[in-house]
């Protein structure tokens, strides 16, 4: 098993030091305390006389964490790492961030069954934090400047409001060594040949199996992959080729598929040639070799963030015509033009059905999502000159001296900091309102699925990635072709708008707004008033939409506040039910929308 590993065993642990396990413990309870109490799990006391500072007692009544905390709009907790002391009957005690969960586990309400896996995820988290303070650090105005994946992999915190956001439960220390994207160590894929009546090609428009995996892989490998199947007598023409994460051939499709390779449904042809790198969200890859070559996607049977991380090959079916029939929808938009907004397309997908596991599970099951592949475009072919790309994550990137990434893309711009803000919005947010109301379609905009075009620290323009499972389009009544309809769904009437206000605002701009204030590039109030400004320049350059801005109403005065943790702790096997995805929201009442008072009335 080739695996990139540290010389040895304790090698491989070498970033566990005492001195970064405690830093990692505080900067993961700090974060605990200020998400909980953002989703209303924990209710801090405000110690009387002491402006800015609070409590959080734990359920044994005699625990208490005490800190110091700004607030911010959204209901924010900007907790303070280095104001947190723990306290038990007054005595003060280490931050130890599995004994916080313990502590506050009835707060929490984490089950019998959720609460050791929990534990294990928050382990794994801070043995992922520890390592990245084991990097040479690199100060955000360098980083700014970097190259595109120097900066995906350089990201420190994940996900922003999920406090359990690198669990990866399945990977042994030297795959996280090999495979982990703040690693940045190079990976090749592993290749196999899957019988065409157990697998299936799928492609957009124009493109064909045969042309399309030499332009990928070269004639020379093709060739080779073919020679290996007829030297076991087995004819190249049978079999289509699928790409594999070595994880998952190693640990799951070796041994779960044990059954396909014995019968050579399924034949092990080797490493590819070209070298990729994880991305932020693990199991996508960077082709390194080649950066204008397709981003690969692969199927990962590891726990991470409340699901198996899985590909089902049912869905990959249908990815490409998604991909197609979005990308003609953008290209035929005046708006989306504007903005000069575009997606990078899943242009192909393969995925390998495991009959006896389908005849035994339901279509939701991680073990149909064992083995399935996408090709996504790259961004960087037909990158314009003098431009680079950073992933939107970046933006809420703080390095460990409290300089941020934004701050130092507005410095680097010289615009003033609500004119960078403002063009940025025009990039990000306005495709984002215009998908929701003129097609009634969202996406999953978070950071990791967003890439940015910047030319001189400003952003030009946004791309957005990840479609054909993030999508949906939430017009029952929506004509579609015949193989998009997957896409449609229900969603009461009243959740719709949360798409925009959770999703970006509340996961998103929260953050962005606290950084820019924290580090005095932009008080908060210019950064809601320049976000309302986006809003209203967008509403009033299509007035045909003025019925949908009513019924929708992007300034209304509260919104409900959904909870991502909350899922988590609920079920951290299966975070949403897949079949009822909007009916398995946690809410815990409603935040104040900071746009409310720039209202037109």
Not at 150 to 161: A, L, R, S, Y
Not at 393 to 414: K, P
Not at 442 to 463: K, S, W
């Amino acid at each position: 098993m080739a695996l990139h590993s540290p010389a040895g065993p304790a090698d491989a642990v070498a970033h566990l030091t005492p001195e970064r396990w405690a830093e990692a413990n505080r900067a993961l309870i700090r974060k605990a305390l200020a998400e909980f109490t953002h989703e209303r799990l924990l209710t801090p006391e405000h110690l009387v006389g002491d402006e800015g500072a609070y409590r959080v007692r734990g359920d044994d009544g005699r625990t208490e964490y005490r800190f110091r905390a700004e607030r911010y709009a959204l209901d924010h907790w900007d907790v303070s790492a280095e104001s947190v002391t723990r306290l038990r009957d007054g005595e003060e005690l280490p931050l130890d961030a599995l004994e916080f969960v313990i502590e506050l586990r009835g707060s929490l309400g984490l089950s019998d069954a959720v609460l050791p896996v929990y534990l294990e995820e928050i382990s794994s988290t801070l043995s992922g934090t520890a390592y990245k303070a084991a990097k040479p650090h690199l100060p955000a105005a360098a980083l700014a400047k970097a190259d595109f994946q120097t900066v995906e992999t350089g990201m420190t915190e994940g996900h922003p409001c999920f406090v359990a956001n690198n669990g990866r439960l399945g990977f042994g220390i030297g795959e996280f060594h090999a495979y982990a994207p703040e690693a940045a160590h190079g990976v090749r894929l592993v290749w196999l040949a899957a019988r065409r009546d157990r697998a299936a090609f799928t492609a957009g428009e124009g493109i064909d199996y045969e042309s399309f995996v030499r332009a990928e892989l070269g004639d020379a490998a093709v060739d080779g992959f073919a020679g290996t199947l007829a030297d076991q007598g087995l004819d190249f023409a049978d079999y289509l080729l699928i790409p594999a994460h070595p994880w998952q051939w190693w640990n799951k499709l070796s041994v779960s598929f044990a059954a396909e390779v014995a019968q050579r449904r399924l034949v092990y042809l080797g490493e590819g040639d070209d070298r990729y790198l994880a991305q932020q969200s693990i199991r996508t890859f960077f082709n390194t070799s080649d950066p204008a070559k397709h981003y690969v996607k692969t199927a990962l049977s590891v726990l991470n963030m409340g699901f198996m991380r899985g590909l089902s090959a049912a869905y990959m079916e249908a990815t490409p015509a998604i991909n197609d029939w979005l990308a003609g929808v953008i290209g035929n938009d005046g708006v989306f033009k504007a903005a000069r907004f575009s997606i990078i397309r899943e242009r192909a997908a393969v995925g390998y059905r495991h009959l006896e596991y389908e005849a035994a599970t339901d279509r939701y099951s991680p073990y149909r999502k064992m083995l399935a592949a996408l090709w996504r475009e790259s961004p960087a072919a037909g990158l314009e000159e003098g431009r680079r790309l950073a992933t939107m994550a970046s933006l809420l990137h703080v390095d460990r001296d409290g300089g941020s990434f934004a701050g130092a893309l507005i410095a680097e711009s010289g615009l003033a900091p609500a004119a960078w803000l403002r063009g940025y919005l025009d990039a990000y947010l306005v495709p984002v309102l215009h998908a929701f109301y003129a097609y009634d379609l969202v996406f999953m905009p978070h950071g990791e699925n967003v890439i940015l075009v910047v030319a001189d620290g400003a952003v030009e323009r946004a791309v957005f990635k990840d479609i054909a499972e993030e999508i949906a389009v939430m017009d029952p009544d929506a004509v579609l072709p015949p193989e998009v309809r997957r896409i449609r769904v229900e969603v009461p009437e009243d959740t719709k708008l949360l798409s925009v206000f959770t999703d970006v605002f509340d996961c998103f701009f929260r953050f962005l707004a606290a950084i820019l204030d924290g580090e005095g590039v932009l008080p908060e109030d210019d950064f809601w008033r320049t976000v309302a400004e986006c809003v209203h320049g967008y509403q009033e350059s299509v007035p045909e939409l003025a019925e949908k801005f009513a019924r929708y109403d992007m300034f209304t005065d509260v919104f409900a506040l959904s909870c991502l943790n909350r899922l988590q702790l609920r079920n951290n096997q299966q975070m949403v039910d897949l079949a009822d995805p909007s009916g398995a929201l946690q809410f815990a009442g409603t935040l104040a929308n900071p746009i409310a008072r720039y209202a037109k009335r």
